[in-house]
């Protein structure tokens, strides 16, 4: 029912900066809690940042904090992840992901709702 579709993602050099956008289907996106992870190759999907359906209520995983930033806009169906000081460490396809729920979580199983991935790649 909930569609996602990740982009900006890109090559980039070490310490700089991109925004990643999710764009959602539907009416209902100011009702979802939304999410982003990252999932390297041959590696698990890591928890990145989480913004509550109202807006007021975000976390972030511990390797990103102080650089990214999850934000989201509801006139255009649309969630954001600023990453700022890029690492190498930081490569790896980026998922947006969402739920109808009250609560932001870091645990993937509890999102219905998942777009394909951008890619987002650091070189040292």
């Known amino acids: 029912q909930v569609q996602l579709v990740e982009s900006g993602g890109g090559l980039v050099q070490a310490g700089d900066s991109l925004t990643l956008s999710c764009a959602a289907s539907?009416?209902?996106?100011?009702?979802?809690?939304l999410a982003w992870f990252r999932q390297a190759p041959g590696k698990e999907r890591e928890f990145v940042a989480t913004?509550?359906?109202?807006?007021?209520?975000?976390d972030y995983g511990d390797s990103v904090k102080g650089r990214f930033t999850i934000s989201r806009d509801d006139a255009k169906d649309t969630v954001y992840l600023q990453m700022n000081s890029l690492k190498p460490e930081d490569t790896a396809v980026y998922y947006c992901?969402?739920?109808?729920?009250?609560?932001?979580?870091?645990?993937?199983?509890?999102?219905?709702?998942w777009g394909q991935g951008t890619q987002v790649t650091v070189s040292s």
């Open positions: 539907g009416r209902t996106f100011s009702r979802l809690t």
């Open positions: 992901a969402a739920h109808y729920s009250t609560h932001t979580t870091r645990v993937a199983t509890w999102y219905d709702y």
């Open positions: 913004i509550r359906w109202s807006g007021g209520i975000v």
